[in-house]
T-cell receptor, first 114, second 114 residues
Framework: GAGVSQSPSNKVTEKGKDVELRCDPISGHTALYWYRQSLGQGLEFLIYFQGNSAPDKSGLPSDRFSAERTGGSVSTLTIQRTQQEDSAVYLC????????????FGDGTRLSIL | SQKIEQNSEALNIQEGKTATLTCNYTNYSPAYLQWYRQDPGRGPVFLLLIRENEKEKRKERLKVTFDTTLKQSLFHITASQPADSATYLCALALSSGSARQLTFGSGTQLTVLP
């Protein structure tokens, strides 16, 4: 497709379960970002991938969070042993990695932990 | 510590008037600043970018100013319409050498009343 695609759009799970969130970036975009947005809040940076470089994981809130990007394209964000405070919208964005390029966002995955 | 503040959580204006949204920052030296629009249940959409050496940028009914002395950006929507109702986010990029990370404000919710 033409834009960034995220799946699932909604996910409800029980506390303690693991979840996987998927992001399909725009074709040709070398940079990929994951953000978290809690209700009424701004975007909290989680992790950044650029080409074959080691990812910038500085925003991951705990070691329960991990992400990978296979073949420089699709990315998966995994949250293990989910907690209620993990409930939020998880947004993915991709961009051409040149200075000043806008980030193109998917519509996010709304994660609810019961 | 570094901080980005956007003016009042919600702004209501009458159709046809000019909406002015504020983004203030402290302890940053941004290379550029971006503005995004976010509709409910959707990801942010890029609107405008302004660089540190630019004072003003325009796009159709939108105008952005950037005052690095005041550490402030103003975002104007002229001849506002109900369709302009959305949350508007400002985002700062810190490094002139890389678009690696944007730091987002929490957003201002704009409602244009018919």
């Amino acid at each position: 497709g033409a834009g960034v695609s995220q799946s699932p759009s909604n996910k409800v799970t029980e506390k303690g379960k693991d979840v996987e969130l998927r992001c399909d970036p725009i074709s040709g975009h070398t940079a990929l970002y994951w953000y978290r947005q809690s209700l009424g809040q701004g975007l909290e940076f989680l992790i950044y991938f650029q080409g074959n470089s080691a990812p910038d994981k500085s925003g991951l809130p705990s070691d329960r969070f991990s992400a990978e990007r296979t073949g420089g394209s699709v990315s998966t964000l995994t949250i293990q042993r989910t907690q209620q405070e993990d409930s939020a919208v998880y947004l993915c964005a991709s961009t051409l990695e040149t200075f000043g390029q806008p980030q193109h966002f998917g519509d996010g995955t709304r994660l609810s932990i019961l | 510590s570094q901080k980005i503040e956007q003016n009042s959580e919600a702004l209501n204006i009458q159709e046809g008037k000019t909406a002015t949204l504020t983004c203030n920052y402290t302890n940053y030296s941004p290379a550029y600043l971006q503005w995004y629009r976010q509709d409910p249940g959707r990801g942010p959409v890029f609107l405008l970018l302004i660089r540190e050496n630019e004072k003003e940028k325009r796009k159709e009914r939108l105008k952005v100013t950037f005052d690095t002395t005041l550490k402030q950006s103003l975002f104007h929507i002229t001849a506002s319409q109900p369709a302009d109702s959305a949350t508007y986010l400002c985002a700062l990029a810190l490094s002139s050498g890389s678009a690696r990370q944007l730091t987002f404000g929490s957003g201002t919710q704009l409602t244009v009343l018919p």
